[in-house]
């Protein structure tokens, strides 16, 4: 008897220490802002997966805003020392919080994975600070597609447009139809992503790289421009008086419905299609935007991970490597509408436009035409994307000239730095 | 006389020492609230003003290079800057509302104060939009006002076709529509002030001037409204902080848009302080708003405490 109560004793602190270990089973704290009905969904396939190992979840979900509400919450976290494990935070911002000296290090789960072989090294380098690893991408959403509605067009007696010229062709032969050839929603942020599609199409990708990710005073005031800012004004005429404060996906639903044309979004957009019921290429196409076929302006959702105490380090540098394991990045990626961040994924399982988006995604990441996204700030720091949006948003609401505007933007991004 | 109460003073009662010390202990938690929530953040907003702190806080100071930055480029008329037509903006929309909102609602007080039948009725429905909030406020109107939805479309279809009115989607006029909305929800309000003043004149004073022969119209010019002086003061001072405060009913009905038109200090502050990680830049426009009310709240408070001690 004896023996056994000493057994079981010791057999108990075993256990214990065990779970003090770093080895062993930890939480992970997870603050994102993936609280609608498919995302919600996409998340608790990572959230079993971890669970399946033993780790424990804390949701952590902050809705709203944009994430606006998130940051606010994770920015009083970090600034009391109590960070969570992982939280969505993507683009440039991942360097500011490199600089706060919060992040941790995940080179090993990065070598021991192969993550630089898997994803591109433009990609990549997003999530690295100081040439370590110190974020997970997520997902990739495309941002220089064209929803357009077929009946629309056959209507009008037109053709869905490859180049600017086509498209201003289009435009007219819609609005004589007596519809509304531009589905526009008229929030700055929208804008922003119509205007950076056209600095891809119209400017090409070495003036886009230029001028919207090294922010480069003199690619913003140069001719070029000029006529992306003309291309982008010339669609106004083309949109309905109701437009400006629209939401996205009104926005979307006009085109569902067949009242307008076409619509520039990035493919979270299919989600709306999808839920109306409609089947792709034939109820809608989804078209790369004019002029951007060899291009991929993406936008990429990544976790970073903070610094965390010893026990709960196992968890969470399982949580980075099931991320981009084929299970969830297949399971995530099709109930967010969006596509693999890691290459080579099987296509079977996906629709037609993520198909075409993957097969572009690794095409591109070879070619150097995958950009990042100034809108959906992938590209440059919120101080100078905030900058540049100003700077379209009102040339595109007012009566400034190209030229003036063109030159606004030189100086408020000189201004931002 | 004098003996029983020096008895009573030498045996103070413990009630009586509760009596004394109870006020203060009440009074106690409110300031050290105040200190810490109101004061102590003044002085933790301006301190950041003066730094160079982006996503998070830092605490080394860089001088007045925020307040530089807010300034470049600075033009009133026309507006240049971002923070520039946040400022015109703000001029324009305190300016009318504070003067439509005294108009209307002097006006209806007036009419109101005529004994009219069902005076009750029509004083709860002037008063009823002030118990809505601004948000409400601004979702309404923003269908009302939309071309697609509201005015513009029900005149059409009455027959009108030629009909607009797209002054929510005009960069140059949107601002306007924010003073409609917020006229509309505080005239009503600004009513209520008035009345109460109309009751307190004295009515003697108004059968004297009839007996001496005035028009109506003269004695509400001559007497009456002279007399609302405090009144007109105290609606300044209320409807000037709601202005000056102007944030939900922006934010709601045009999200200070087209483009940034209808920016406020307070969307201002905001959009640089916690969307774009310049936290600095945001508490720099935040001190300026604060300089501003206090521009105006001090002196009426020492003219305010100066009545009050001529008083006594």
Known sequence: MKFLKGALIVLVACMFFFCEGAGGPGEVEVLHWWTSGGEAAAVAVLKEMLEEEGHTWKDFAVAGGGGDQAMTVLKSRAVAGNPPAAAQVKGPQIQLWGDEGVLTNLDDVAQAEKWDELVPKVVADIMKYQGHWVAVPVNVHRINWMWCNPEVFKKAGAKIPTTWAEFEDACKKIQAAGMIPVAWGGQPWQEATVFEIIVAGVGGTDFYKKALVDADPAALNSPTMVEVLKTFKMIKQYTDPGAPGRDWNLATAMVIKGEAGMQFMGDWAKGEFTAAGKVPNTDYVAAVAPGTSKQFIFNIDSFIMFKVQAKNEAAQKAMARLILQPKFQEVFNINKGSIPVRMGMPEGPFDAPARLAMKDFSETSKTGGLIPSMAHEMAVMPAIRGAIMDVVTNFYNSDLSAEDAAAQLADAVKAAK | ?312
């Open chain 2, 1 to 312: 006389m004098q003996i029983p109460m020096r008895n009573k003073l030498q045996n103070p009662g413990i009630l009586h020492r509760i009596e004394n010390f109870l006020p203060k202990l009440v009074v106690i938690p409110t300031i050290a609230v105040a200190a810490v929530f109101i004061y102590g953040f003044i002085g933790w907003t301006t301190y950041i003003s003066f730094t160079d702190s982006r996503l998070l806080p830092k605490y080394e100071l860089v001088g007045f290079h925020q307040y530089v930055r807010l300034f470049t480029n600075f033009n009133l008329f026309p507006p240049e800057s971002r923070w520039s037509v946040a400022v015109v903006n703000l001029l324009i929309f305190s300016v009318l509302f504070i003067v439509l909102c005294i108009i209307i609602g002097l006006l209806l007080a007036i009419f109101l104060d005529q004994r009219i039948r069902g005076e009750g009725f029509f004083r709860t429905i002037y008063l009823y939009p002030m118990a809505l909030s601004f948000i409400v406020t601004g979702a309404a109107w923003r269908w009302i006002l939309n071309p697609d939805l509201g005015i513009e479309r029900l005149i059409q279809q009455l027959g009108f076709g030629d009909f607009t009115f797209r002054w929510l989607v005009d960069s140059n006029m949107a601002i306007y529509t924010i003073v409609i909305a917020a006229v509309w929800q505080s005239s009503g309000f600004v009513l209520a002030l008035f009345l109460a003043g109309l009751r307190g004149i004295d009515d003697s004073i108004i059968k004297a001037a009839k007996v001496d022969g005035a028009s109506l119209p003269r004695i509400y010019l001559r007497i009456v409204i002279p007399s609302l002086r405090p009144v007109f003061l105290s609606a300044v001072i209320i409807l000037l902080h709601i202005s000056i405060k102007s944030f939900d009913l922006v934010m709601v009905l045009t999200r200070g848009g087209p483009g940034f038109s209808t920016d406020m200090p307070a969307t201002f502050m905001y959009a640089f302080a916690f969307n774009r990680g310049s936290l600095a830049f945001g508490a720099a426009s935040a001190v300026i708003m604060f300089l501003a009310v206090m521009a105006i709240i001090i002196p009426y408070l020492y003219s305010e405490l100066r009545g009050t001690r001529n008083a006594r």
